[in-house]
């Protein structure tokens, strides 16, 4: 009995470990020394699709290579046998349709004898997580290319982009040359030869004119935006009151308004504190937001602006219309640059039609100047419809005092070359106060047509003398006594920088007057101009009365110099 007894505890025993290797999800098989199989797992058994005593009869010989160095079963099994271990992954084949990738563990069995009585393997198949390894580094090999291929796009958008900014720039510097000729001309025209030509001209010539200006402020706007794209826009900044600000905006808008019966209401805080910030670009801000709400009421309505200061420390204002209304999902690409939606485009009132829109650009530059000066703006609307007129309000916030460094700052000179002077033109003649003697002005510039209109405006006052080269420039500006002189910044050959610190190098030309012509008016250059000896700045286009008025000053203020104390 008690054999019978132990019998059935080692029967149990070997019960409770079968249980255990059949519950092990791994293939496990137990062979002898040799290779030959004595027992297989019942997932071994799944894997070869064979019942364990069929495979008794079999080996593992034939079925085993090593992935990485081509082993077979005597390297593996001599490698157990002497080393008591072997752990690498395989390739096994289970039956003739199925072959695996596998990691094989093997460890030998010591007997009592102590000779290796058994092998045990066991199989992990890692196929499915080598596909998904595999996978894995596929998409991580896409994700590379693609990474590599959005640097590459992103280099080729900014070069795109920096493409477009220097096209903009450069497109309008060529078209504002000959609008200068444009400009000049009709405003020639319709200030002195009214009488010299028939109504009908004469109103052909106005509204040249008025094509001539609205295609300036385009060229200003487009220079504007790539300022802004760029990072360029700068302030020439000073403590100036808003509200005034806005109010002369609004004046100028009087007219539109009035013809159309919209009045505009100003709702503004008292005591507002002064703001530092950019008097020019602000009014750009308050005109854009002002004839936007304009033009998209109705007529007989109702435009106001408010101004606040909010939390002691910034301006809030809002420019609020009862027009047509801004849909939500446009509400924040408005303020990007050429954008427009599509239906105010078709917008019209009784007065005013608004056939092909402006340019889409006015909003992204108001943007461009808000953050430029530290503020925010965003639009507030329900939607848009053109029947109930929901209407639109603009907000905008800027610091009362709004850090601009330095660096930032637009020279003074080009905010005196901006000065519109009303009462210049007339003044010509009173520059010289001997006409039998005329004074000279030497015109040292290849642009035909910026010489002609300074014949034009300077000629009954001045002999005008031109070079069109630096060479001859410089020759006619030694010999010939000149009382002022007018330099173009780009010049084939010498061009105006080396000219003007030639000429100020020089005792004949040290005093003369200077004034540099250019289409650009980018900071550097500006500066540029001033720092080899320049006087002053005229840009191009300008209109026979900027250039009269920037004449007349320079001669004054040289004339004062020269007066004894
Ligand atoms: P644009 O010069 O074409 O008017 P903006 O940049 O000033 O360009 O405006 C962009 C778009 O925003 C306009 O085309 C118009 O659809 C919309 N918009 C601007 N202001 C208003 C407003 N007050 N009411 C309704 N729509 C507006």
């Known amino acids: 009995m008690p054999n019978s007894y132990s019998m059935t505890a080692r029967d149990s025993q070997r019960d409770l470990y079968r249980q255990i290797i059949d519950a092990i999800d791994d293939c496990v098989i137990v062979t002898a020394p040799s290779g030959l199989i004595r027992e297989?797992?019942?997932?071994?058994?799944?894997?070869f699709g064979a019942a364990e005593n069929t495979l008794r009869t079999t080996s593992v010989e034939g079925r085993v290579e090593a992935v990485d160095d081509g082993r077979g079963w005597p390297e593996i099994r001599r490698e157990i046998l002497g080393g008591g271990s072997y752990r690498g992954r395989v390739h096994f084949r289970f039956n003739n349709a199925d072959e695996s990738y596998c990691t094989l563990t093997g460890h030998r069995i010591i007997g009592d004898r102590d000779e290796a009585e058994a092998i045990v393997l066991t199989l992990r198949d890692i196929a499915e997580s080598q596909k998904v390894m595999i996978e894995l580094e596929q998409k991580n090999l896409e994700m590379a290319r693609m990474n590599s291929e959005l640097v590459r796009t992103n280099a080729e958008l900014k070069r795109v982009s920096e493409l477009k900014s220097n096209f903009l720039s450069i497109a309008s510097h060529e078209l504002k040359t000959p609008l200068t000729s444009i400009k000049g001309y009709s405003e020639i025209i319709i200030e002195n030869m009214k009488d010299a030509v028939n109504a009908s001209v004469f109103r052909m010539i106005e509204s040249i004119a008025r094509a001539a200006d609205r295609l300036h402020k385009v060229i200003n706007n487009m220079l504007?935006?790539?300022?802004?794209?760029?990072?360029?826009?700068?302030?020439?900044?000073?403590?100036?009151?808003?509200?005034?600000?806005?109010?002369?905006?609004?004046?100028?808008?009087?007219?539109?308004?009035?013809?159309?019966?919209?009045?505009?209401?100003?709702?503004?805080?008292?005591?507002?504190?002064?703001?530092?910030?950019?008097?020019?670009?602000?009014?750009?801000?308050?005109?854009?937001?002002?004839?936007?709400?304009?033009?998209?009421?109705?007529?007989?309505?109702?435009?106001?602006?408010?101004?606040f200061i909010e939390g002691g420390e910034r301006f809030h204002v809002i420019v609020i219309d009862k027009g047509i209304g801004i849909d939500k999902s446009e509400q924040t690409r408005i303020f990007d640059p050429f954008y427009e939606?599509?239906?105010?485009?078709?917008?019209?009132?009784?007065?005013?039609?608004?056939?092909?829109?402006?340019?889409?650009?006015?909003?992204?530059?108001?943007?461009?100047?808000?953050?430029?000066?530290?503020?925010?703006?965003?639009?507030?609307?329900?939607?848009?419809?053109?029947q109930t007129f929901p209407g639109s309000e603009f907000h905008f916030v800027v610091p009362v005092q709004p850090k601009i460094s330095w660096d930032d700052n637009e020279t003074r000179s080009i905010s005196l070359s901006t000065i519109?002077?009303?009462?210049?033109?007339?003044?010509?003649?009173?520059?010289?106060?001997?006409?039998?003697?005329?004074?000279?002005?030497?015109?040292?510039?290849?642009?035909r047509e910026a010489i002609e209109i300074c014949k034009m405006v300077l000629g009954a006052a001045f002999d005008i003398l031109v070079a069109e080269s630096g060479e001859n420039g410089l020759r006619m500006a030694f010999t010939r006594n000149p009382a002022l002189i007018l330099l173009d910044l780009y010049m084939p050959g010498l061009d105006g920088i080396r000219?003007?610190?030639l000429l100020r190098s020089q005792d004949?030309?040290?005093?003369?007057?200077?004034?540099?012509?250019?289409?650009?008016?980018?900071?550097?250059?500006?500066?540029?101009?001033?720092?080899?000896?320049?006087?002053?700045?005229?840009v191009k286009p300008f209109s026979g009365k900027e250039l009269i008025d920037k004449i007349w000053r320079l001669l004054m203020k040289k004339k004062e110099t020269e007066m004894p104390p």
Not at 288 to 299: C, G, I
Not at 345 to 374: P, Y
Not at 438 to 446: N, R, W
């Open 40 to 47: 297989v797992n019942a997932a071994a058994a799944r894997r």
């Open 224 to 307: 504007d935006v790539t300022r802004i794209e760029q990072k360029r826009l700068r302030l020439n900044p000073e403590q100036m009151d808003l509200a005034v600000a806005a109010r002369e905006c609004i004046e100028e808008l009087g007219q539109f308004s009035t013809k159309r019966n919209i009045r505009i209401l100003c709702d503004f805080d008292e005591n507002l504190p002064k703001f530092y910030g950019d008097r020019m670009r602000m009014q750009q801000v308050f005109t854009n937001l002002l004839s936007n709400a304009l033009k998209y009421s109705p007529d007989n309505s109702e435009v106001r602006i408010r101004m």
């Open 341 to 386: 939606v599509g239906n105010a485009l078709r917008h019209s009132t009784d007065f005013a039609k608004f056939m092909g829109g402006g340019t889409g650009l006015g909003l992204s530059i108001v943007k461009g100047i808000i953050e430029r000066h530290g503020g925010r703006i965003w639009v507030y609307s329900t939607g848009m419809d053109e």
């Open 420 to 447: 519109q002077d009303q009462e210049a033109a007339g003044r010509a003649a009173q520059l010289n106060e001997h006409p039998d003697i005329k004074p000279t002005i030497l015109i040292i510039d290849d642009d």
């Open 499 to 501: 000219i003007c610190r």
């Open 508 to 538: 004949e030309t040290r005093d003369v007057p200077i004034a540099f012509f250019s289409a650009g008016t980018q900071s550097d250059e500006v500066q540029q101009c001033f720092a080899s000896g320049a006087d002053d700045f005229i």
